[in-house]
């Protein structure tokens, strides 16, 4: 069979033939579908993750759709956070008890480019920002995965919703999905904070943050009094100027959020969300079909942020 392969941390995966895998104790063996190029994927293989570098060689892929005993399933895996191999192969292992069966209506091409993303969207949203309907929602990064799935779940749930994006593709993109307001990320502290607090048409109520750096503290003072931020990504920054006086004047919440920290039966209802989403036309994310064997070109394109959105890899 065909695997992708990590053989040295910070360089990109090789495409090899290999063993089909022989399932271990409360494993079943999945026919791979389709398996989404992730910055999770990237940075685990980095060897620069909080998760410690991997044990090498490994095949890399935190999630996959495929198909087991005749029925299509999302699963999940721990590569690159844990020894073991991962989803980028034609035959992966899985823990049996985290699949997810998906609705027949459901494209697995779309339901594996929205994945985890997805799923942490939803939940950063919902489970850990206590949206309610008519509250304004600003998203940061709403032209990526992340930030798409958030302006379409926000606005699903009737909040208003002012996109923040750095190019004039990703703005676009958002306001394809919805967004009420769309906002650049231009300028330095001072400037960005007035250039959203006038999108956010005064104060937002709760900021999804998959950026930090200046993007977070920009947006952290744009939030009202008791308002929340949930911080799950640091594309724009690993440290954020962050002001002592923002956060206790305004009395305000800042939740770091990661998928790891959902029960499996969270993600799994979570994931069914998502996955409905994509079956009745809510969830429509950009992204890009490649045949396995170009993993190692989907990697590079992911490192240097695809344009064209997700890219999965389908046998
Ligand atoms: N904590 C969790 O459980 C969890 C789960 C999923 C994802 N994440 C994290 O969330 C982040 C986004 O994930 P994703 O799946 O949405 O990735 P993605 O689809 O690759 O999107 C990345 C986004 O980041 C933006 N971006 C990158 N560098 C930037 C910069 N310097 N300034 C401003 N914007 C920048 C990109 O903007 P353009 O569109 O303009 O290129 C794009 O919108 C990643 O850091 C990922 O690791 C965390």
């Known amino acids: 069979?065909?695997?992708?392969?990590?053989?040295?941390?910070?360089?990109?995966?090789?495409?090899?033939?290999?063993?089909?895998?022989?399932?271990?104790?409360?494993?079943?063996?999945?026919?791979?579908?389709?398996?989404?190029?992730?910055?999770?994927?990237?940075?685990?293989a980095s060897g620069r993750s909080y998760f410690g570098a991997p044990a090498t060689p490994y095949v890399p892929g935190v999630q996959g759709v495929g198909r087991v005993d005749g029925r299509t399933v999302w699963f999940p895996t721990t590569a690159g956070m844990r020894p073991g191999d991962g989803s980028m192969a034609t035959v992966a292992t899985a823990v049996a008890e985290d699949l997810v069966e998906l609705p027949d209506a459901a494209d697995p091409v779309a339901v594996a480019a929205a994945g985890l993303s997805a799923v942490a969207a939803h939940a950063c949203l919902h489970a850990r920002g206590g949206l309610v309907a008519g509250e304004t929602v600003l998203v940061l990064g709403a032209g990526g995965v992340v930030g798409l799935s958030a302006v379409r779940f926000a606005r699903a749930a009737g909040a208003r919703v002012v996109a923040a994006a750095r190019s004039p593709v990703a703005r676009a993109r958002a306001g394809a999905a919805g967004a009420d307001v769309l906002a650049g990320l231009d300028g330095d502290l001072d400037e960005l904070t007035a250039s959203l607090a006038d999108a956010c048409g005064g104060a937002a109520d709760l900021v999804l943050d998959p950026l930090f750096g200046i993007p977070a503290a920009a947006a952290l003072r744009t939030l009202r009094p008791g308002g929340r931020m949930v911080h799950l990504g640091s594309s724009a920054g690993d440290t954020s100027p962050i002001d002592s006086a923002t956060l206790r004047s305004r009395s305000l919440r800042v939740i770091g959020y990661t998928n790891n920290e959902l029960s499996a039966a969270e993600r799994a209802a979570t994931l069914r969300a998502v996955a409905t989403a994509v079956a009745d036309g809510t969830l429509d994310l950009p992204h890009e079909r490649r045949p396995l064997d170009d993993a190692a070109a989907g990697w590079q394109r992911q490192a240097a942020g695809a344009p064209d959105g997700r890219i999965v890899l389908v046998t």
């Open 1 to 44: 069979m065909r695997r992708v392969l990590v053989e040295r941390p910070g360089e990109p995966p090789v495409v090899r033939d290999g063993p089909v895998p022989d399932p271990g104790p409360g494993e079943v063996a999945v026919e791979l579908l389709a398996a989404p190029i992730t910055p999770l994927d990237l940075l685990c």
